[in-house]
């Protein structure tokens, strides 16, 4: 991605040497991304690797998922609790304002192209749209009648 897509590292400037920890919260493990171009790392690491990051954003899979492919809306969540920010909130600012302007696909994540781009897309985002219905239909089943 660095590669086809300069632009969005030059775009985190300072901020692309930057450690982010990335907490899903329903799962057992985390990621820590540190997205500087080239030398970008990704790493799933056990969640108590928290405190070396310099960014922790934690949240439900399906919604951080969300925010990467846009459908949902990164103030609202935070702003609802759904996702919790802490550390140096410019750097979770100038990762939103990057990934918010560069619409990335599943198929730019993995670095595919042509057919394989269309099929990752089309599965990756159609598993994902039923994954967030079933999670719906769950909560709705789980939440006290008033």
Do not use: W
């Not at 775009?11 to 982010?20: D, F, I, K, V």
């Not at 897309?121 to 994902?128: K, R, Y």
């Not at 749209?129 to 709705?140: D, E, G, K």
Request: proline share 4%; charged share 25%; hydrophobic share 45%.
């Amino acid at each position: 991605m660095a590669r086809r897509q300069p632009r969005l590292f030059d775009r985190l400037g300072e901020h692309r040497t930057a450690c982010y920890f990335i907490d899903p919260v329903d799962l057992a493990f985390a990621f820590t991304v540190v997205p500087d171009a080239k030398r970008s790392i990704v790493r799933v690491v056990r969640k108590s690797e928290a405190a070396t990051s310099s960014v922790q954003i934690r949240g439900p899979i399906l919604t951080l998922l969300s925010l990467l492919d846009g459908t949902l809306d990164g103030d609202a969540l935070f702003f609802s609790r759904i996702i919790s920010i802490s550390g140096r909130t410019e750097a979770v600012l100038a990762l939103r304002n990057t990934i918010e302007d560069a619409e990335l696909s599943p198929a730019d994540l993995l670095g595919l192209r042509g057919f394989l781009a269309r099929l990752a897309d089309t599965g990756i985002l159609g598993a994902l749209s039923v994954a967030r219905q079933m999670a719906n239909r769950n909560s709705r089943r789980e939440a006290p009648e008033a």
